[in-house]
């Protein structure tokens, strides 16, 4: 064996002693936290990911959508005839260009609710938070109803929430959290929001 494919082989039995010591150590079976933050590209996009990756072992899940989307959505599409998915999506209200503090509070309080009723469901195995960190900046949605939400959901359930500048106290207790950073992104050039790709 020549040098170079003996300190290859070294250093891959260290790697392997590495991952193996981590799967032994990881023992704790429960639902998780996950946040995907941060001003890239790809927070809904890797949250619908997940969905499907559920979907595909026939659990169930629940998607609320907490901005009212000007564009359609491919994944929503896609997967609504699914009998297992369920989506809330915020009735009227918040778009980026209209902003009307009473009625946005009311629609998200009315969204929350579906929210709410999944986060203390058992038999639904994955819930997405869609861009609920908005709601919170805004003031629209508590932090603490959230939070307790959270903490009191079923020992099995998996939460992914996904938006811009988490709150802290999420970042605090959330099991995975993902920074999508922005290293350039094509609307900054003038290029559309492309159909099946961006929405
Ligand atoms: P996606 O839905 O593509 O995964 P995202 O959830 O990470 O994006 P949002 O801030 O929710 O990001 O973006 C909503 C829309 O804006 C999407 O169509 C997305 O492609 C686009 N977008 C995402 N990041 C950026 C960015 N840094 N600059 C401009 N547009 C963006
Ligand atoms: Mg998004």
Partial sequence: ???????????????????????????????????????GK??????WGTVTRALGYDYKVGVVQFIKGLWE????NRLEDDANLQVAIMATGFTWD?????????????????????????NVYLVVLDEITYMLKFGYLDIETVKQALENR??????????RNAHRDLVAMAD???????????????????????Y
């Fill in 1 to 39: 064996m020549s040098d170079r494919d003996s300190r290859h082989k070294a250093s891959m039995q260290k790697l392997k002693t590495r991952v193996d010591e981590k799967v032994a150590s990881a023992t704790e079976q429960r639902g998780l936290l996950l946040i995907n933050t941060g001003n």
């Fill in 154 to 163: 079923p020992h099995e359930q998996t939460v992914i929430i996904t938006g």
């Fill in 73 to 76: 959505c491919g994944e929503r």
């Fill in 176 to 198: 995975t959290v993902t920074e999508m950073q922005e290293v350039r992104h094509a609307f900054n050039n003038g290029i559309q929001a492309r159909r099946g790709i961006d």
């Fill in 98 to 122: 209209t902003q009307n503090r009473e009625e946005d509070t009311r629609a998200c309080q009315e969204v929350w609710q579906e929210a709410a009723r999944m986060l203390s469901d058992p």
């Fill in 42 to 47: 790809g927070k809904t996009t890797a949250a």
